[in-house]
Each structure stands twice: as C-alpha cells, then as structure tokens.
C-alpha cells in the first residue's frame, strides 16, 4: 500500500504522519528513509532487513520536490503498492509531476491533501491594507473584522500553526522591506507571491515591520516560558490591536 501525504498545511499533514507508528502498525519495521537524493539511498532503504518476515513501513519525506531525476521516474511503484510493506510519501507543501502521477495511476494509493483555508491566506495577505473593507485600518472599522477573522480561522486552524504563519509572514514582508538580496534562496522560493508580499509591505514602515516581528518573538517567548499573563489567544488580539 502506498499513502501520498502532502499539502501547505503542514500542521495537520504531520498529524496524519503521525499516525503510522508502532502501535498502528504493530507487526512492521518502521524504516525513516529520509528524502532519498540519491538512488543508492532509495535502494538501500528499500533493502532493510525486518523483524516482521519483510513486512516493512518506509516512511519517505519530501521525495517528490522539486524537478525529478531520471531514476525516480523509472521506479516500478505498482510493484512496491502490491507488497506486503507499507510506503509513505510526506510532502511538505506541493508534489512534482512524478508524485502527481503516482496518485494518478495506482489505484492502491491513499492521497491526503492538506489545504490552508483560504480565509487564513485572506486575512495574512489583507494586514495592514486598506483597499477593501475587510482590510480597512482598525480606526475605519477594519480591527473588528480582522478579530472576527481570526476567531473564525481558529475554529478549523491549530493556534500554534497560525502563529507560526503569522511570523512567516513578517518575516517574508521584511525580506522584501528591507533588503531581499541578502536572502536570495528565500526569495527565489516566492515566486508569484513576492508581488503580494511587495504591495502589502508598502502598507508599514521598516520600523513597523520590525517591532511586529519582535513582539510576535515575544510572545512566542511568554508561551515557551510560561511567563504571558494572557491566553495564546487574546495575546494573538492584542497582536492586531497594536499593529
């Protein structure tokens, strides 16, 4: 059997990975096979001995990124489906053209999609702007709806990842902000979303962006330390209130 896991929302794609361990799966060998860059590491991995009468469970992470090599599009995938061994692919956001055909073609493949909600991307790409009346600065009305937005989001989104998507993205504004040629394999990554990043960093100050980001790591702080004296939530409020 072969599961294909993959999707932005890595959250949730690490809770299903999650779930394939020793206890879900008693009677096999768990083997972490890693990304596999070479074909002498895919080989290897395939060929490690198992207590279990070579009833194996190969975990493989981020093996469909990026452009394909040669040998990975000659592998015999309807062989390794109809073993007895269990394969799965984590990808950690989107999948290359071998691993969208893989899902494809093999009807003993398990695809899990993680999507982040499109209200989420909605309401990072709409802070700090004013050209709609979602994203309208707090003194017009805006922080209301932006509150009403993350509590919503909260309802389908685990806090912890939208904070962490929270200081992505000022992260990414000031790469732009500042100077994104000191980050150039960052920016590469981009691509159409450097455009976005660029208009909406046009909205805060260097200095703003800055203060945003050291109060996102302070509150990250406060959590790790046990020292807030507020909930993660009403601390993510007062993050709005105060951009």
């Known amino acids: 059997m072969l599961y294909l896991l993959f999707g932005d929302n890595i959250v949730e794609s690490r809770n299903k990975l999650s779930e394939f361990n020793s206890r879900t799966y008693p009677d096999f060998e768990i083997v972490k ?11 290897e991995a ?9 009833k194996k469970l190969l975990i493989f992470e981020n093996f469909f990124k990026g452009r394909a090599p040669k040998w990975k599009t000659e592998i ?14 984590w990808e950690e956001e989107d ?6 055909n893989l899902s494809r073609v093999l009807p003993k493949t398990q695809v899990f999609e993680f999507k982040i909600p499109n209200l989420l991307w909605n309401f990072l790409d709409g802070i700090g702007g004013a050209d709609k009346p979602a994203r309208l600065p707090a003194r017009q009305g805006g922080l209301s709806l932006r509150i009403k937005d993350l509590n919503q989001i909260l309802k389908t989104v685990d806090a ?16 732009i ?37 050291n109060n996102l790591l ?7 330390t046990g020292k807030g004296i507020y909930s993660f939530h009403t601390e993510l409020e ?4 105060n951009l």
């Open 218 to 224: 302070s509150i990250e702080e406060r959590a790790k």
């Open 76 to 89: 015999d995938f309807k062989n390794l489906a109809e073993s007895e061994s269990v394969y799965i692919f």
């Open 46 to 54: 395939l060929q490690t001995q198992s207590m279990f009468e070579n």
């Open 238 to 241: 007062k993050f709005l209130i």
């Open 177 to 213: 902000k500042e100077n994104w040629r000191d980050y150039p394999s960052e920016y590469k990554r981009l691509t159409f979303q450097k455009y976005k990043l660029a208009s909406q960093a046009k909205n805060f100050s260097l200095e703003k962006l800055k203060e945003a980001y």
């Open 33 to 43: 096979a890693g990304s596999c860059d070479t074909q002498m590491q895919f080989d």
């Open 160 to 175: 912890n990842y939208l904070f962490l998507m929270l200081v992505r993205q000022f992260r990414l504004l000031l790469i």
């Open 95 to 100: 999948i290359n053209i071998v691993g969208k």
